[in-house]
């Protein structure tokens, strides 16, 4: 679901904590525990605010409490952090379709799906390309409304 930000140091006592907050944020989330999630997020973000799994998961739990424009800025600060964060293409893109903004939405797609193309994401490319692929479809069925 979310990668390591291949920037960060390996294997120091912080990163493994940090580390360990992510994942407990993101079994919070699983679990439908919004609340403590982003309590957990919180925390993250506290200790560094351009966290972009922290970002991410954060505008994850957020969109999937019905409130994406407040994941919207989370997105777009992954993206002006990291342009062309295909995970952040991919959840700005939702955002556009919960405002109609659908040419929009059509075009973060699209520009996901060329960087996945291009090899320029290399995660879990399959999964990540089959999504750009289902929502593009949905969008242009009109499905995604």
Not at 76 to 87: A, D, I
Not at 116 to 138: N, S
Request: charged share 40%.
């Amino acid at each position: 679901m979310v990668h390591r930000d291949e920037e960060r140091e390996m294997s120091t006592p912080e990163n493994r904590e940090r580390d360990a907050l992510l994942e407990e944020a993101m079994g919070a989330a699983m679990d439908r525990d919004g609340t403590r999630a982003l309590a957990l997020l919180d925390r993250l973000l506290a200790a560094d605010p351009d966290d972009i799994d922290a970002l991410l998961v954060r505008g994850y739990v957020l969109e999937g409490s019905g409130e994406p424009q407040l994941a919207r800025p989370l997105y777009e600060r992954v993206l002006e952090l990291r342009p062309g964060n295909v995970q952040g293409l991919i959840a700005v893109s939702d955002c556009d379709v919960y405002d109609d903004r659908l040419d929009d939405a059509l075009a973060h797609l699209e520009e996901a799906h060329v960087r996945i193309e291009a090899g320029l994401y290399e995660e879990d490319r399959e999964r990540e390309l089959k999504a750009v692929l289902w929502r593009k479809e949905a969008i242009l069925k009109g499905g995604l409304r």
